[in-house]
């Protein structure tokens, strides 16, 4: 099992940045990926930003390309979402995800509400 706590989010005004941090505990050795999902009011969960274990590959949204940077610490378990530039469309809630190389295939965290005002 994995256990994920993300930290970070809040309120803040469009323009401005936030960084997200999702600490990992337990089973880290299986974990393939580590992603960054959100689920804004009336929309499905989408994915945003994803990294590998080892942090050589990065992907990203392309709403989110250029302005989001998703980084890791392995010496800390902690994965991080820098969120720049934002704008009142980013407002969602944000879960840090891990995909596992075993069953169950992934693991959620709670998810932490970032809220931008225009």
């Known amino acids: 099992q994995v256990q994920l706590v993300e930290s970070g989010g809040g309120l803040v005004q469009a323009g401005g940045s936030l960084r997200l941090s999702c600490a990992a505990s337990g089973s880290i050795a299986s974990i393939n990926a580590m992603n960054w999902y959100r689920q804004g009011p009336g929309n499905q969960r989408e994915l945003v930003a994803s990294?590998?274990?080892?942090?050589?590959?990065?992907n990203y949204a392309a709403s989110v390309k250029g302005r989001f940077t998703i980084s890791r610490d392995n010496a800390k378990n902690t994965v991080y979402l820098q969120m720049n530039s934002l704008e009142s469309v980013d407002t969602a809630v944000y879960y840090c995800a891990a995909l596992m190389n075993t069953l169950p295939r992934y693991y959620w965290g709670q998810g932490t509400q970032v809220t931008v005002s225009s």
């Open positions: 990294i590998t274990s080892s942090g050589g590959s990065t």
